[in-house]
C-alpha cells in the first residue's frame, strides 16, 4: 500500500529529548528529589489540564495570551497548566483538611506557555517547585534556604551564593522615605540592579521618585555581604530592628550554627518583581555562571490560596530553573562528556553462547555492576562501534577461550586496548574501574 | 479586598496525587527505571503537544473521538498525545540518522485521552514503554521478556508468568485452514478467550468460520504450557516446524540458560487484537491478582514508522501498565502501609537550640540517615501528632539533657515508648532498625 510520507517534525517551542539529554535530566531531578526527600519533603502531582477558571483566577494580562487554553469534548474551558503554584495552591485548597500542617511538598512538572519562542524560550519546559506552607516561622524560612543549597550541591555545579533580602524592610524603608505608594515601581527598577548596573537604576528611580529619595533608595539597594553586617547598615537606615530585620538575624543564626552561612548573602537589591511576596525574598547565582542569572529564587508569601478558600496559608517556597541549570552545564561542557549507565558491553564471538552472556550480565547485574547485551548477528568490529556510539566505556567479549577456560578479555573503548580478568570477580573489579 | 472564591475543584477523569500515592508512583518508576537503565535501555521523551496530523496519522476511528485536539495562538491543529507509540514513531523517523541501532529506548511519561470515565478511565495516565527498534532477533526478542521480568520483579509484586505466543504461527494456522480472509476477526475473538471462556469462544468462532474451523482453533487457541511442549504442540497442529515455532524454540533456549525460563510459558490465545504485531505477542498475570488483568504487554512489529520515513523500522516492545498496578497495590493493601522517607523528625524541646538541631539533622543525612526537623514554636506533643500524620516512626527530642550530657531521647511513634541513645553512633544505628 504506497502512502504519503507524513513529516516528522515537532511544534515551534517545543523539543525532543534524545537520551544523553534526557538521561542528564532525569539524573539531574533524582539527585535534586533526594535533597529534598532527605529533609522531609514529600512529592506532589496534578492535573496538566484544569479548568481555565482555576487557571487563570483574577488573571488576564500576560498570562491569559500565552496559555493554552481551548474547549474540551464536553464543551467545558479548560487550560494546560502554566506554572506550579496556581495548581498548588487549589491542591491546598481543595485538601487543606486531609493534610498536616506545616506541609512540606514538592513538584517536579511540565508546564506549558505559548510565548513568543524567539527569545530562546520554550513552550513546553520543566518546572520544579518547593515550599513549606501553614508555618510563619523562621525555622521554615531557613529549612527553605538549606534544602536549596543542599539540592544545588547535589548538582555538583561548583560554589554559589543564596542572595536574601526582605520585602518587610524594604517596604519599610519606602514608607519612611513616603514613597510608599510608588513602591511597587521602586522593587520594579531595584530589582534590574544586577542587569542594568548602579548609574542607570539611579536614573529610573530619580525619574520615578525624584533625585534625594532615588539616592537614598540607592544606598540601601546597594547594601550586600554578610547578613550580619548587612542587616546592621540596614538597620542604620531604617533606625532601628523592626520585624523584617529580626527575622533576617533569626535567619543568620541559623545559618552560622549549620555552616552553611557562608553561601547566604544578604542583597538588598533583590526584591522579586512580584507583587506576591512579603518576607525573605532570594535568588541564587553560580559562580563560575553568573551571566545565566538566577538558578533557584524564591520567597515568603502571606497567603497562598485566597482565590480558592478561606483559610489563610501563609508559606515560604523556592523554584529550581532546572532547564537553565542544563543548559548552562551543556554550555560550559564541562560535565558535557556522556557516560553510558552500563559499564560494559558484552559481547559474544559466536551468537551461540548469547544464552551464557544473558546469565553473566545478570550475575553482574547482582554485583552492582550493570551491562548490556549486544543481542544481534554482527561482526565484532560492529559491535564495539555500536558501543563506541553509546559511550559505553568497556566491552567484554566472550570467546571458546571464555567458555573453556573461564577467563574473560575485557576491551577498554578509549585506549582500543585487552586486557584480561581470570575469574569473576576480577571482572566486576576490572568494570568498577573509571 | 473582599472577593469570591472560586470552587478548587479538578475537571472529571483527571486526578490530584496526595503525597502517599505520589511517593509511591515515584518509588515504582525508578524500581522500573533502575532495571532499564541496568540492561542498556536509555531514556527519551518527547513533547504533550503536537501536529494534530502526526498524532492521528492514518487514525480516524475510536482515537479520532478521544483524542484532545484544539488550535494553538499561531492556528496549527494540535493535539495532546494519547500514547507514546505514535510519538516514538515520529521520533525515530526525525532522529533515525542520528541514533545507533539497534536503539534500546524507554519512555515513561503521562498521556491524555478525552474517554468515557464511567468505565473506571482516566482521562489522564501515565504509559511506561520499553522498545528495542533496529533489530529483528531472537535475542533482542528475549531481551524484552527478560527486561520486563526485571522490572516486575523489582516492583516486588510477587509471582507472575509472562505469556508468549507468536503470530506468525497463529497466521499459518489459519492459511492452512482456508481461513486466513477472517485472520483479523478470529485474533479478536481469540484474544477474549480468558475473559469469556472456551465455550463463548468456540460459538463465536463457529459463527465467524464454521463449526469445524472453529473446532480446531479451539485446539490451536488452547496450548498453553512450557514453551518446549507447547511449540511440539503447535508444530503438530501445524504440520512441522515453521519460522515462528523456531523463533518461539531460540527464545525458549535462552530463557533456559538464564533461569527465567519457570516465567515464561506458551499460551496461543495470546494475540494482542491489533494489527500491528507481527512475530511474538505476549501479557503478564500477576499469580496473586490474575483478575485485574494484564499487567505488562507487547509484542514484535514489522516496520513502526512507516508513516513518517521510508525507513523500515523493525522492533520489539512492551508496555508496563504503571496505573493499573498501582490501583491493584492499592486495593490489596498489602504494601499499603505507607512509610516516611525520612528516619526520624527532630524535635527541640526549645527553639533556642533549633539550629544544633538542624546541624544533627546534617550530620545525621551525612550518615545515610534522612531526617527532618520539626521547625515550628509548638507544643512537644503537637510535634508527635505531626509525626504520626506523616507516617514518621520515630522522633529525636533534644532537650538540656541532651545539650549537657550528649543523649538523645528516641520514641518510637508506634509503641510511643521513649529508649536513648548515648552517642551519635548509637542515634544512626537506632534510626537504622526497622
Redesign the interface.
Known sequence: MP?D????????G??????AQ??K??DFT?RV?DAF????F??????????A??LL??GGGETE?QI?R?????D?D?A?RFDLTVPFA??M???YH???L?F??YHIG?V?R?ENTQRGRY??FCQCDCD?VG?D?P??D??IL?SMAAALEALGLGAFSIRVSHRGAFNLFLEGLGVKERSAEVLRIADKLRKIGPEETTSLLAAAIGAGPAERVKSFIGITGGIGEGVREMEALLGGECPATARLKEIE??A????IGKKIVLDASITRGLDYYTGIVFETYLDAMPGIGSVCSGGRYDDL??????ERIPGVGASIGMDRLLAALEEIGGEGETK???KA?LVCAD?RH???A??L??RL?GSET????F???KKIQQAFA?AE??S?SRAVILDEEYLRAGRYIIRDMRTRENSEASDFDGLVASLGRP
Do not use: C, M, N
Not at 37 to 40: I, T, V
Not at 70 to 74: N, T
Not at 256 to 259: L, M, N, S
Not at 305 to 310: D, I, M, V
Open positions: 502512502q510520507i507524513i513529516e516528522p517534525r515537532v511544534l515551534k517545543f523539543r525532543d529529548f534524545l537520551p534526557e538521561a535530566r532525569r533524582r528529589e526527600l532527605a529533609r522531609g514529600v512529592p506532589i502531582d496534578t492535573p496538566a489540564l484544569e479548568y477558571e482555576i483566577g483574577k495570551k493554552y481551548f474547549k474540551d469534548h464536553g467545558r479548560v494546560l487549589r491542591f485548597a481543595a485538601h486531609e493534610l498536616y506545616p512540606r511538598r511540565k506549558w505559548g513552550r513546553e513549606i508555618a516561622s525555622g521554615s531557613f529549612e538549606s543564626a541559623l552560622a550554627e549549620t555552616g490560596a485566597s482565590l480558592y478558600t478561606k553510558s549507565f552500563v558491553l551468537l548469547l544464552g551464557q544473558f546469565a550480565a545478570e547485574r550493570p551491562v548490556e547485551v543481542t544481534e548477528r555500536y556510539k553509546k559505553i
